[in-house]
């Protein structure tokens, strides 16, 4: 079973940076793909980037694009989210998630099996 922990989080002035981890545990094979989403109050999950085995493959959605870097140490089994330049409308609780999909990009939530518990960003 896939145990994932995120951390990193915290809260920032707008145009700050902030650097999430992603730390994975328990598994048999390490998962191909990974991701992570947010969640703002009020507001559906939403996909942030996701990744693929090797760091071959990565995909971002529009409004973070330019901005925040996705990339993984499988090595250390981490993945992690370098996110620059940072704005008010980033603030939300963000989510790592890990999945069986293929050599492909993947953001779709209902994709991936495995969700950590989140971390707060926070920027004012």
Request: aromatic share 12%.
């Amino acid at each position: 079973h896939v145990q994932l922990v995120e951390s990193g989080g915290g809260s920032v002035q707008a145009g700050g940076s902030l650097r999430l981890s992603c730390a994975a545990s328990g598994y048999t094979f390490l998962p191909h793909n990974m991701a992570w989403f947010r969640q703002a109050p009020g507001k559906e999950r939403e996909a942030v980037a996701s990744i693929y085995t090797g760091g071959a493959g990565t995909c971002y959605a529009d409004s973070v694009k330019g901005r925040f870097t996705i990339s993984r140490d499988n090595a250390k089994n981490t993945v992690y989210l370098q996110m620059n330049s940072l704005e008010a409308e980033d603030t939300a609780m963000y989510y790592c998630a890990a999945g069986y999909i293929g050599s492909r990009c993947d953001l779709a939530a209902t994709s991936y099996n495995y969700w950590g518990q989140g971390t707060q960003v926070t920027v004012s």
